[in-house]
């Protein structure tokens, strides 16, 4: 799996966007963009995920550049609760061996009011 | 309600009595897997499954087995705990490996003592 690189911590005020960064610079193209969050210590939660273009749900946007190096993950009007810790994981879409996660540290994320 | 349920939530036991954390998923998922989760060093997965009867290692098996007898329930075994296996503990299921949505689901943790 690629690796990828994300800032140790960042603050947001609330009502404000978010944005998250990630680098994946060694991205292979059938390797895709997963992000979750884990609040503090509770269950990690998928949040989006996408492989070339940019992606919308309901919890955020995921900007793709065009050459797939690197992603932002856009929380749109943070809340207090999107406090976390933010995971940006590069991952084949499918593999039978082992769907096993590499979370590495992730980017805490502190909204403040 | 789709959930990953673990119980028990916190433990606090004695070196080398047995112990079994359970794990229950509602979603019909042929994938479940295990985690543990440790200051420094992130989570790192134990033990997963593809589906029933069919169980593989993670990159942190020693010390832990699990069996996947029927496909809603994934317990973790831990037949002689020792203190380095204290940590955070996290059950985890998504669809089958023929899909291309990685989205897993997990459980809400087992905080794990051993003494």
């Known amino acids: 799996d690629a690796k990828t690189t994300q800032p140790t911590s960042m603050d947001c005020a609330e009502g404000r966007a978010a944005n998250l960064p990630c680098n994946h610079s060694t991205i292979s193209g059938n390797e895709y963009v997963y992000w979750y969050r884990q609040i503090h210590s509770q269950g990690p939660q998928y949040i989006i995920h996408?492989?070339?273009n940019n992606e919308t749900n309901e919890m955020a946007s995921l900007i793709i550049t065009e050459d797939r190096k690197s992603s932002t993950l856009i929380l749109p009007h943070a809340t207090l609760r999107d406090t976390a810790v933010y995971y940006c994981i590069v991952r084949v879409g499918v593999d039978p061996s082992g769907y096993a996660l590499n979370f590495g540290k992730g980017t805490s994320l502190l909204v403040t009011p | 309600e789709a959930q990953v349920t673990q119980n028990p939530r916190y433990l606090i036991t004695v070196t080398g009595k047995k112990l079994t954390v359970t794990c229950s998923q509602n979603m019909n998922h042929e994938y479940m897997s295990w985690y543990r989760q440790d200051p420094g060093l992130g989570l790192r997965q134990i033990y997963y499954s593809m589906n029933v009867e069919v169980t593989d290692k993670g990159d942190v098996p020693e010390g832990y087995k699990v069996s996947r007898k029927e496909k809603r329930n994934f317990p973790l075994i831990l037949e002689s705990p020792s203190p380095n296996q204290t940590s955070l503990y996290f059950c985890?299921?998504?669809?089958?490996?023929?899909?291309?949505?990685?989205?897993?689901?997990f459980g809400p943790g087992t905080r794990l003592t051993v003494t």
């Open positions: 985890a299921s998504s669809l089958s490996p023929g899909t291309s949505i990685y989205e897993q689901y």
């Open positions: 996408g492989l070339k």
